[in-house]
């Protein structure tokens, strides 16, 4: 099996940064022993024009047949198990040798040059023999996506007797300018073996973890993700539909609260008189949100599906706030936040007000119990109404802070949005969004069962005809309970 990597520079960014980027010495030729063989990598060419570095696993068949899954088979297939295309066609072999002999690069760690990894740059990959059930087209369908440029070229069954046509195998070239090597690595070591379609390892509960892990960023957006994920696991539905389960919370939670052509942030267009520019309706949002949180007396506060950490940011600028909590299922969102509020430059006194954790609303979390206030800022409409009684429960009868802040579009308030075609939602991700009325009768009913007081109030320009552009309601735990709590 063989695969070479190979990039492009300049004198102030040469190519030969891809040694310190993989962590091993172009002048060097390196061998790395794995369970099936040896994984060599060395550099064909090294200049800071152009670098490229292979890596060659020579696989023990031996070795394979007597670890692998392939033992025991049926007597007529026993020659098969030694004679077959593992050692030569890229495979889940060659997906665990690139986590092997490159895993920090994978994980985009650096020490000697730490400001590499993040750096997109120029990217050629070639696999020679890559398995591909599903042909050249597959191949596109999941490479180009992720933003690469895919050269996927069949390999005849054999050279001299072209009326044979081709074979499963394709020639596979990748050319991108825009991803990083991280990327890169992590992307070909879900997809390689996923065209094969096999896996060289039996596929236990933790491969849906590792999934998530190495595909985070790319795979839940991918359109091919159900395919992605069922061959990755080997067919094995169970851990498949838990693994989708996975992906669609990471999804909604990624979806961040920006609406069709930013509808939250838009302002009215230039008129050539001096005008003072509205303030968008996310700041809006966050300062009415502000306001009851201060009105009720809260202290410690919950912001359920943070996302980025805005309004995280805004309860820190608030000394009255004296313990604040994000709760986000997405850990890439929580490590934006986490870059935003600057939490490994910030003062001990102020750390110690803030935490961010990672966590899904559709399950109970003892954590997020004994709380002043929670806050679901354009959290419900991204989850499908089937799901929502789930996330009732985690937060009001769970839970169960004294004041709840739910803040949601009004769907008739669209109309207003000359930008915004009829019919559409605010943001593609949106699953519904609610009436005035829909919204007031869901809350009554959550405050009945739950056993919560709830009123209504605007948020935005409240429109005679149609109301605003968003509808919050301020739940608060009902008469000796509240007094208990």
Request: net charge negative.
């Amino acid at each position: 099996m063989f695969l070479t990597i190979t990039t492009t520079g300049t004198a102030e960014r040469p190519a030969t940064d891809l040694g310190f980027l993989l962590h091993k010495h172009p002048d060097n030729a390196q061998a790395f022993s794995t369970s099936y063989g040896t994984a060599h990598v060395l550099y064909p060419e090294a200049s800071a024009q152009r670098c490229t570095a292979a890596l060659l696993l020579e696989v023990d068949t031996v070795a394979l047949v007597r670890r692998g899954k392939g033992r025991g088979g049926a007597p007529d297939a026993a020659l098969a198990q030694y004679v077959n295309d593992r050692p030569y066609a890229a495979s889940s072999l060659l997906a665990v040798a690139l986590s092997a002999v490159f895993s920090s690069a994978m994980r985009g760690v650096c020490h000697a040059r730490p400001e590499l990894p993040e750096q997109p740059r120029p990217l050629r990959i070639e696999v020679p023999a890559l398995p591909a059930r599903g042909g050249p087209d597959l191949v596109r369908k999941l490479f180009e996506p992720l933003g690469w440029t895919v050269t996927a070229d069949p390999i005849a069954l054999d050279s001299e007797f072209p009326q044979w046509g081709d074979s499963r195998y394709v020639s596979l070239v990748l050319e991108s300018e825009s991803l990083t090597l991280a990327d890169a690595l992590r992307q070909l070591y879900v997809l390689l073996p996923v065209l094969d379609d096999a896996k060289h390892y039996w596929v236990a509960p933790d491969e849906v973890d590792k999934l998530l892990r190495v595909g985070e960023g790319w795979l839940p957006g991918h359109p091919e993700h159900k395919l992605i994920t069922s061959r990755y696991l080997a067919r094995r539905w169970s851990l498949t539909r838990q693994a989708l389960e996975r992906l669609e919370l990471v999804r909604l939670a990624e979806a961040d609260d920006s609406e069709v052509e930013d509808l939250d942030n838009a302002v009215e267009a230039e008129t050539g008189e001096e005008e003072e520019r509205p303030t968008p309706l996310a700041v809006q949002r966050r300062e009415a949100i502000l306001d009851r949180l201060r009105a009720c007396g809260a202290t410690r506060v919950l912001d359920l599906g943070c996302g980025q950490g805005q309004l995280v940011q805004a309860l820190l600028k608030d000394v009255r706030f004296t313990e604040i909590v994000g709760v986000d299922v997405s850990m890439r969102a929580l490590t934006i936040a986490s870059r935003r509020l600057k939490l490994d430059r910030m003062g001990e006194r102020q750390a110690a007000r803030v935490r961010l954790m990672q966590g899904s609303l559709a399950y109970t979390d003892s954590r997020l119990k004994g709380y002043d206030a929670a806050v679901l800022s354009e959290v419900v409409e991204h989850l499908d109404l089937p799901r929502l009684p789930a996330l009732e429960y985690a937060v009001f009868g769970a839970a169960r802070p004294r004041t709840v802040l739910v803040t949601t579009p009004n769907v008739e308030y669209n109309v207003r949005w000359e930008t915004l075609p009829a019919g559409h939602t605010r943001h593609a991700d949106h699953r519904f969004e609610w009436t005035r009325e829909e919204f007031r009768a869901w809350a009554a009913a959550v405050a009945e069962r739950y056993g919560y007081d709830v009123e209504f109030t605007p948020v935005g320009p409240d429109d005679p005809e149609v109301g605003p552009p968003t509808q919050m309601a301020v739940f608060t735990l009902a008469g000796k309970e509240e007094k208990a709590a």
